[in-house]
């Protein structure tokens, strides 16, 4: 089983910023890729971005390109997203997740899962 738990959620204004971190247990496996993605009320879970083994391959959703920032911690059981330039669109339940093949943005890659953090940005 694995375990993810993400923290570093919260409400900001428009303009601001947000650091979301998500840390890993359990029997992960070796070399995985972990992604966020985010869902918004009502409708379906998305993609963010995502982070391969070593922290040197990335993947992002344009509408978070140059304003998103995805890293690998020094521990590889950690993975970060900065978001900075928050619009109220990106008010959504991120989710953090992991992969155990390559870097992608299908959902259905992503085997195991976290409860989720809430970002809100204000107007």
């Known amino acids: 089983q694995v375990q993810l738990v993400e923290s570093g959620g919260g409400l900001v204004q428009a303009g601001g910023s947000l650091r979301l971190s998500c840390v890993a247990s359990g029997s992960t496996g070796s070399r995985y890729v972990m992604g966020w993605f985010r869902q918004a009320p009502g409708k379906e879970r998305e993609f963010v971005a995502c982070v391969d083994w070593s922290g040197g391959s990335t993947l992002y959703a344009d509408s978070v390109k140059a304003r998103f920032t995805i890293s690998r911690g020094n521990f590889k059981n950690m993975v970060y997203l900065q978001m900075n330039s928050l619009k109220p669109e990106d008010t959504a339940d991120y989710y953090c997740?992991?992969?155990?093949?390559?870097?992608?943005?299908?959902?259905?890659?992503?085997?195991?899962w976290g409860q989720g953090t809430q970002v809100t940005v204000s107007s």
């Open positions: 997740a992991v992969n155990p093949g390559r870097l992608t943005t299908l959902r259905e890659s992503y085997n195991y």
